[in-house]
């Protein structure tokens, strides 16, 4: 508990301090039936250690297609594919598509499309950094077959407030 105020610098530190101390493991999930099959079979296995200690992840999506995970990055403005193996590589590259914080994401398996929601604003550090710090959103499509942008919603431009959104329900 803190109990004197931090400047963002040192919010920022600690917040990238606590990513690099947990190590970014990507579980995968799985559920076994009774208590006598906990010590047998664990619940969860490292599928994979991304070492970006830098990468700031916030949001995940899963692809049941492709059996991909999407972990999107605050500060690298990126997202990465997790292949069923552990091989991963970057999905969207820094700043591909204007891409700003990557934050919320989820899979339309149907339609075969990833949405993303992407937030800039002045205390949310970036890299490649986004000069303009106002607060504002858009929402991404992405093909999830050929890894193309599809199309970007934006809010009305008469809107003159600034806002933000994080997640996305699809």
């Not at 995968?28 to 006598?36: A, R």
């Not at 991304?50 to 990126?78: C, N, Q, W």
Request: with cysteine.
């Amino acid at each position: 508990v803190l109990t004197t105020p931090i400047s963002r610098s040192q919010c920022v530190s600690l917040h990238i301090n606590c990513i690099v101390a947990l190590a970014l493991a990507v579980t995968v999930i799985s559920c076994h039936p009774g208590k006598e099959n906990a010590r047998q079979h664990p619940l969860s296995d490292t599928l994979v250690i991304i070492s970006e200690r830098d990468l700031i992840p916030e949001g995940t999506a899963y692809d049941p297609h492709a059996e991909r995970v999407f972990i999107s990055s605050m500060y690298k403005r990126k997202i990465v594919a997790i292949e069923p193996g552990g091989r991963y590589f970057d999905f969207v590259t820094s700043g591909k598509d204007d891409l700003w914080s990557a934050l919320g994401m989820e899979v339309d398996s149907t339609r075969r499309k990833l949405w993303v929601v992407s937030t800039k604003g002045k205390p949310i550090p970036t890299m490649p950094a986004i000069s303009d710090d106002r607060w504002s959103s858009k929402l991404y499509c992405y093909d999830l077959s050929s890894g193309n942008l599809d199309k970007t919603y934006s809010v009305n431009p008469k809107i003159t407030e600034e806002y933000g959104f994080n997640d996305l329900t699809v």
